[in-house]
């Protein structure tokens, strides 16, 4: 496809029905890349298969009635407590994740950025070390003062929070370097 002329003095697409030979040439191409189909070849086949399909589900019926059901093995009974449960863990999660990052709001003043802060800090690398007292979890500073500021401020908030794990260890999270 080349847009110059012959004679190289004028652009082909001034030319009349170059643009439209053009989209020819594409659906052309995507024909044949799509369904190895050229121009006009077997897509009067693949209308009539698609035409009877149709003509089969209109036959169908619109709804069915389930009461007269005699075979219920062909069905799978939906598990609505684990969906329940599923749910409940899931709308958990976002509520605290809505709770931290309101608690970072105070410290951040940008508020196109918050839930971006928000997810630099969980995914931080860290430390654990645990005693027959505590869990405590240190986390990598953030680079830039001030996102290491709100680091620290949230940090202190779930630490201030006094969560105790189920061993009854108190869980302690901070901001600092390698503890080696």
């Given amino acids: ?33 799509q369904f190895q189909l050229k121009e006009g070849e077997q897509i009067a086949e693949h209308e009539l298969v698609l035409d009877q399909t ?15 059901i ?10 609505n407590e684990g969906k329940k449960l599923f749910d409940l863990i899931t709308s958990s999660v976002w509520n605290a994740r ?17 839930v971006d802060l928000f997810y630099a800090i969980t995914q931080c690398h860290g430390w654990i070390r645990s005693d027959k007292h505590e869990v405590r979890v240190r986390l990598e500073p953030l680079e830039q003062p001030s996102r290491r500021f709100a680091q620290e401020r949230l940090c202190r908030k779930l630490t201030y929070l006094a969560t105790r794990l189920p061993s009854g260890k108190l869980m302690v999270i901070e901001v600092g370097e390698d503890p080696r």
């Fill in 1 to 33: 496809m080349s847009i110059f002329d012959v004679k190289g003095d004028s652009l082909r697409f001034e030319h009349q029905d170059w643009w439209t030979n053009q989209v020819q040439q594409l659906a052309n191409f995507y024909l044949d890349a």
């Fill in 98 to 114: 809505k709770d931290m990052v309101d608690w970072l709001r105070p410290h951040w003043n940008l508020e196109n950025e918050i």
């Fill in 70 to 79: 005699e075979n219920y093995q062909k069905f799978k009974r939906v598990d």
């Fill in 54 to 68: 149709q003509d089969e589900a209109k036959q169908e019926p619109e709804r069915v009635e389930t009461s007269d």
